[in-house]
């Protein structure tokens, strides 16, 4: 694809490269997909275009009609994707992040005219999400596209990045990826297990539920309901927490083999390598994703400072 | 012999104040109920009505989620870790 209209034409279709290198054991594949190669840099850019365009097509949004106002919480790469989106279809973004979130998100939420409105850092995403649906509650003119609980955000997955994995791969047996809102689990993990049944799908817990401390019960907890309405329970085969010490040494491990990679990406591939562990000898081919590069994360320090350093910030700073 | 469990900020208040603990049990079933025992305000907290996970409590076994490895079934042996951590909305997003 060299020439195109858009740069919304440009989501999607990234390549798929050989990670093998840091696999444990010689038996065991690793193919990382470059999320990071989306026109606004991630995986969520997918997401994005596909909440917008389910909206469209519901005529919840319009393009060209002045005056449209959305809503969202993120605590970066789906507000991004969005500002991009809404920047090219017209339609003002109001975005609800976290206060502690890396400097170079807000930014770039800045750079394609999003509105940030902060929520309180020690309550993390789930503060994020919480302020929204507030918002959203009063403002009802407001377009809240609601990436936890909208299913146009895992069927993005199952309709684009599942099949260009099977079609690249199509000798996978693992699937490994984050848990956020669960989309790409559910929307990747479903197509696989419908086309290879076998398929064995993986979940990384991404180091945030060690550092947000602003539950005052447990009560307050969050499961996205694009978790339980997929059936979630069923559809994943083994979920393992990754901790930030690991995150931080396999976002640096990833540089070996040519990967600048944001931090979720390296504790992905943490949890890629658990997986490929508890194979042992046996032959198997994970797929894992890169969500995104680490321009974002130069700030963190992640690769020049002291391993320790930096899972220090990372308890009070957002890299996820 | 034990294993160790960590107690994540939000529960400490109902377990003694406590970061780490040494509990006893071969399954995470016996695990918790031994927990309860000890600190009856943590019940609601760790179990539902009908006895199952409480639905915010993700319970993990060197960093392997139980809900994965049969539950309150799942196995736990002498110098496991044992991490309890609230389901939030995480990261990723």
Same mark, same amino acid.
């Given at each position: 694809? !060299?020439?195109?209209?858009?740069?919304?034409?440009?989501?999607?279709?990234?390549?798929?490269?050989?990670?093998?290198a840091l696999?444990?054991?010689?038996?065991?594949?690793?193919?990382?997909? @470059?999320?990071?190669?989306?026109?606004?840099?991630?995986?969520?850019?997918?997401?994005?275009?596909?909440?917008?365009? $389910?909206?469209? !097509?519901?005529?919840?949004?319009?393009?060209?009609? &002045?005056?449209?106002? @959305?809503?969202?919480?993120?605590?970066?790469?789906?507000?991004?994707?969005? $500002?991009?989106?809404?920047?090219?279809?017209?339609?003002?973004?109001?975005?609800?992040?976290?206060?502690?979130?890396?400097?170079?998100?807000?930014?770039?939420?800045?750079?394609?005219?999003?509105?940030?409105?902060?929520?309180?850092?020690?309550?993390?995403?789930?503060?994020?999400?919480?302020?929204?649906?507030?918002? !959203? &509650?009063?403002?009802?003119?407001?377009?809240?596209?609601?990436?936890?609980?909208?299913?146009?955000?895992?069927?993005?997955?199952?309709?684009?990045? *599942?099949?260009?994995?099977?079609?690249?791969?199509?000798?996978?047996?693992?699937?490994?990826?984050?848990?956020?809102?669960?989309?790409?689990?559910?929307?990747?993990?479903?197509?696989?297990?419908?086309?290879?049944?076998?398929?064995?799908?993986?979940?990384?817990?991404?180091?945030?539920?060690?550092?947000?401390?602003?539950?005052?019960?447990?009560?307050?907890?969050?499961?996205?309901?694009?978790?339980?309405?997929? *059936? *979630?329970?069923?559809?994943?085969?083994?979920?393992?927490?990754?901790?930030?010490?690991?995150?931080?040494?396999?976002?640096r491990r990833l540089t070996e083999v040519g990967?600048?990679?944001? @931090?979720?990406?390296?504790?992905?591939?943490?949890? &890629?390598?658990?997986? &490929?562990?508890?194979?042992?000898?046996?032959? !198997?081919?994970?797929?894992?994703?890169?969500?995104?590069?680490?321009?974002?994360?130069?700030?963190? *320090?992640?690769?020049?400072?002291?391993?320790?350093?930096?899972?220090?910030?990372?308890?009070?700073?957002?890299?996820? | 012999?034990?294993? +160790?469990?960590?107690?994540?900020?939000?529960?400490?208040?109902?377990?003694?104040?406590?970061?780490?603990?040494?509990?006893?049990?071969?399954?995470?079933?016996? %695990?918790?109920?031994?927990?309860?025992?000890?600190?009856?305000?943590?019940?609601?907290?760790?179990?539902?009505? /009908?006895?199952?996970?409480?639905?915010?409590?993700?319970?993990? %076994?060197?960093?392997? /989620?139980?809900?994965?490895?049969?539950?309150? /079934?799942?196995?736990?042996?002498?110098?496991?870790?044992?991490?309890?951590?609230?389901? +939030?909305?995480?990261?990723?997003?």
């Amino acid at each position: 694809m !060299a020439r195109v209209a858009s740069v919304l034409e440009l989501i999607g279709s990234t390549p798929i490269v050989d990670v093998s290198a840091l696999s444990p054991s010689p038996n065991v594949a690793i193919l990382a997909k @470059l999320e990071g190669r989306n026109p606004a840099g991630s995986i969520k850019d997918r997401v994005a275009l596909s909440l917008v365009e $389910a909206a469209e !097509a519901e005529g919840r949004l319009v393009p060209g009609r &002045a005056g449209q106002v @959305l809503i969202e919480p993120s605590s970066g790469n789906t507000g991004i994707a969005l $500002a991009m989106v809404c920047r090219l279809r017209g339609y003002h973004l109001k975005v609800v992040l976290p206060a502690n979130v890396s400097p170079e998100r807000r930014q770039l939420l800045v750079a394609w005219g999003a509105e940030i409105i902060e929520s309180p850092g020690a309550e993390g995403s789930n503060g994020a999400v919480r302020r929204a649906q507030a918002l !959203a &509650a009063e403002h009802p003119d407001w377009v809240f596209l609601y990436q936890y609980a909208n299913p146009a955000n895992p069927r993005a997955h199952y309709t684009t990045t *599942g099949p260009e994995i099977l079609a690249d791969v199509p000798e996978v047996t693992h699937f490994v990826a984050g848990l956020g809102t669960s989309g790409t689990l559910m929307g990747v993990g479903r197509y696989l297990k419908e086309h290879r049944p076998g398929v064995q799908v993986w979940a990384v817990e991404p180091p945030s539920g060690e550092v947000v401390d602003g539950l005052r019960s447990l009560d307050d907890g969050y499961v996205p309901p694009v978790f339980t309405d997929n *059936g *979630g329970a069923d559809l994943l085969d083994r979920k393992v927490i990754v901790r930030l010490r690991e995150s931080v040494e396999w976002t640096r491990r990833l540089t070996e083999v040519g990967l600048f990679t944001g @931090l979720s990406s390296g504790a992905i591939m943490a949890g &890629a390598v658990k997986c &490929a562990r508890s194979l042992g000898d046996e032959p !198997a081919t994970i797929v894992t994703v890169v969500c995104d590069d680490g321009w974002k994360y130069l700030s963190t *320090g992640a690769w020049s400072d002291d391993v320790d350093d930096v899972v220090e910030r990372a308890r009070t700073t957002i890299y996820f | 012999m034990a294993a +160790v469990l960590r107690v994540p900020t939000v529960l400490r208040p109902a377990m003694g104040n406590n970061s780490v603990l040494e509990v006893e049990g071969s399954t995470i079933g016996e %695990v918790l109920t031994r927990l309860t025992e000890a600190y009856p305000g943590a019940r609601a907290q760790l179990l539902g009505e /009908d006895g199952a996970l409480h639905r915010f409590l993700n319970v993990y %076994v060197n960093d392997d /989620d139980v809900r994965y490895l049969g539950g309150l /079934d799942a196995p736990v042996s002498d110098h496991d870790e044992i991490t309890l951590l609230p389901a +939030v909305a995480g990261g990723f997003l």
